[in-house]
């Protein structure tokens, strides 16, 4: 569903692909095993695309229960996960730590 990048460049069609998934009215679950880069557009968008669906009540998580490295280690660099305000299983939350 989501192109192996997702950044600023193409944020708009890594989001029509979005809503056209959750426009389906089924649980959506984003695969991240292609996924090579993703930036701040592209965390923020992930973060909408989760609320937006909790507020729905349409259920939307990253395939698999993990978010993969790439997503990690965004998350980290840019400052996302520090709670802020996020439902529950957000991609952008920080993982836990072991």
């Known amino acids: 569903m989501l192109p192996a990048t997702v950044v600023l460049s ?18 959506v679950a984003i695969d991240t ?9 592209g ?3 992930l973060c909408a695309a989760h609320r937006s669906a909790a507020q729905q009540g349409r259920s939307l998580a990253v395939a698999g ?12 660099a840019l400052g996302f ?3 802020g305000g996020c439902p529950d299983g957000c991609p952008c939350q920080e993982a836990p730590r072991a």
């Open 10 to 27: 193409n944020v708009v069609e890594a989001r029509e692909a979005l809503r056209a998934a959750l426009a389906t009215g089924e649980p």
């Open 65 to 76: 229960g993990t978010r993969g490295a790439v997503i990690d280690r965004a998350v980290l």
């Open 81 to 83: 996960g520090r709670g």
């Open 33 to 41: 095993a292609e996924l090579t880069e993703i930036d701040f557009a």
């Open 43 to 45: 965390l923020q968008l």
